[in-house]
């Protein structure tokens, strides 16, 4: 019998996106048919609700900080987790447990899945995600320089100028997780396929450091997403998750598509659940767009034979 997610919302190349909410998606996906997961969630969750997105759209912020342009630049808004109230911080908690719980039985034993996070939100969700009964298996950190912290106390720039009210950011947290294994690794990579990382190369394994920069414009004017990351990353992250280069990643908050556009891009499967209706669209026509973009990143070949991007 046919479930409603049973049909995508469209298929790019070996990329399948459904329009949906993750939670129900995910009761309905057959057990044990993921094999990795690469997601930059919606953190505060509430700047992802329709009221904020409208804001934000009509320019308006509300929670999200719309920064000035800088030497002449537009900078892209970003969300202000300060601004979170103690039952917004518990809600985050108790979605990404709940969203943790759904997830579990999807994927296949020894899966990886790679968060992205933020530092003053990551307890909280690695916390929830652990409980239920994920391992937690390390951190990724992205070197990258953001516009968040380093600011002086506000409106009172003049009185403190040698003051900062948090440390300028240099870096983003991508959590990692491991469903358990069945036995050994060596045991559940030949069941499953999974339970290790994908080496950069035989002599190369993959660092828990990689240097990163913001997303270029030219990037984020194929996928016009506020959160995009930039497909250099995300392909080294997405290429890892595979341990043997196959199987099926999933992103369950696709946004506009980039990590899809990424698995395409070093030749996996990949399926993508995104609940927003206008982000879904942008993604049917930036997947294709953001797979072609850039230089393939330097590791061994992929997949399709090619050099591995």
């Not at 984020?220 to 997403?225: G, S, T, V």
């Not at 797979?291 to 090619?306: C, F, K, M, T």
Request: glycine residues 10%; positive net charge.
């Amino acid at each position: 019998m046919s479930t409603p997610f049973a049909e995508p919302f469209a298929v790019i190349g070996r990329a399948a996106l459904y329009h949906a909410d993750c939670l129900e998606w995910l009761a309905e996906r057959e057990p044990k048919s993921i094999h990795g997961v690469v997601t930059d969630p919606p953190y505060g969750l509430v700047e992802y609700s329709p009221t904020q997105q409208a804001k934000l759209r009509n320019g308006r912020g509300g929670v999200w900080r719309l920064p000035p342009s800088f030497d002449g630049h537009k900078r892209s808004p970003l969300p202000r987790f300060t601004t979170l109230t103690d039952d917004d911080l518990g809600q985050l908690a108790c979605f990404f447990g709940r969203w943790a719980k759904a997830l579990k039985p999807v994927l296949v034993p020894g899966a990886h899945v790679f968060v992205a996070s933020n530092p003053l939100l990551s307890h909280l969700v690695a916390g929830a995600i652990c409980e239920a009964g994920f391992e937690r298996r390390g951190e990724i950190v992205r070197l990258v320089m953001t516009m968040r912290g380093g600011d002086r106390p506000k409106n009172a720039h003049d009185e403190f100028p040698d003051v900062t009210v948090m440390p300028r950011s240099g870096w983003e947290p991508w959590l990692l997780f491991r469903k358990p294994i069945e036995g050994r690794v060596q045991d559940n990579l030949r069941t499953w396929g999974t339970g290790g990382l994908r080496r950069r190369s035989s002599e190369r394994p993959f660092a828990d450091v990689i240097q990163s920069a913001p997303t270029r414009s030219a990037e984020r004017q194929l996928a016009p997403h506020p959160s995009l990351k930039p497909q250099a990353f995300l392909r080294e992250v997405v290429r890892a998750v595979l341990p043997l280069g196959e199987g099926t990643v999933l992103d369950p908050f696709a946004g506009s598509g980039s990590t899809l556009a990424a698995a395409e891009a070093v030749g996996y499967s990949s399926i993508g659940v995104e609940r927003d209706l206008d982000y879904a669209d942008m993604a049917v026509s930036a997947i294709k767009r953001l797979r072609d973009y850039g230089p393939p990143v330097s590791g061994p070949e992929s997949n399709s034979g090619s050099a591995s991007k």
